[in-house]
Antibody
Framework: EVQLVESGGTLIQPGGSLRLSCAAS????????MSWVRQAPGKGLEWVSV???????YYADSVRGRFTISRDIPKSAVNLQMNSLRAEDTAVYYC???????????????WGQGTMVTVSS | EIVMTQSPATLSVSPGERATLSCRAS??????LAWYQQKPGQAPRLLIY???ARAAGIPARFSGSGSGTEFTLTISSLQSEDFAVYYC???????????FGPGTKVDIK
């Protein structure tokens, strides 16, 4: 079964760092475009970052320079290193996979259940 | 950044009725447009991609149309399980700058 399971969310102080992980099963993270999408409490969806099958990475303007996406192929995981956290980073963070590696790589048909990150003193 | 807008913000519909949701992009996104359904406490679920292609397992009562800057999601006959928030998303940019609309909440009339 194709599945994504996020972990690592917690309460953290402003300025702190946190690493989220997304464990994939049923497919290889090295062969798919993997994204992180977040949702602040009571708000809409915001795309955060993507790592392409070839390893290229891209970020939303709001997190560029603070967040880093990576993958651990042997562990079949995708990680999101978050530094210099701000209150506005408070959200549920979802890991998501695109339909394919072509035209629909950024249409997400597989989602994890999400992990909550709260940035507060 | 391509800004996505959705209307209406809330749509009140009776079960069995037709629902029409609109999504507009601030510039052309061709057909690089997806629709998602989200229920409270759940992850989003992909309904439509490529503006009009139904994702696997999505009932035929969901249909998408449009291209360029104007898009529509139609639910032909609302079922009780369809009451949720619906988001549109564009994925047309290079480099990728994916953006979502603010959502339309479909609730029971």
């Amino acid at each position: 079964e194709v599945q994504l399971v996020e972990s690592g969310g917690t309460l953290i102080q402003p300025g702190g760092s946190l690493r989220l992980s997304c464990a994939a099963s049923g497919f290889s993270v090295s062969s798919n475009y993997m994204s992180w999408v977040r949702q602040a409490p009571g708000k809409g969806l915001e795309w955060v970052s993507v790592i392409y099958a070839g390893g290229s990475t891209y970020y939303a303007d709001s997190v560029r320079g603070r967040f880093t996406i990576s993958r651990d192929i042997p562990k079949s995981a995708v990680n999101l290193q978050m530094n210099s956290l701000r209150a506005e980073d408070t959200a549920v963070y979802y890991c998501a996979r695109g339909i394919d590696n072509g035209d629909y790589a950024m249409a997400f048909n597989i989602w994890g259940q999400g992990t909550m990150v709260t940035v507060s003193s | 950044e391509i800004v996505m807008t959705q209307s209406p913000a809330t749509l009140s519909v009776s079960p069995g009725e037709r629902a029409t949701l609109s999504c507009r992009a601030s510039q052309s996104v061709s057909i690089n447009l997806a629709w998602y359904q989200q229920k409270p406490g759940q992850a989003p679920r992909l309904l439509i991609y490529g503006a009009s292609a139904r994702a696997a397992g999505i009932p035929a009562r969901f249909s998408g149309s449009g291209s360029g800057t104007e898009f529509t999601l139609t639910i032909s006959s609302l079922q009780s399980e369809d009451f949720a928030v619906y988001y549109c998303q564009q994925y047309n940019n290079w480099p990728p700058r994916i953006t979502f609309g603010p959502g339309t909440k479909v609730d029971i009339k």
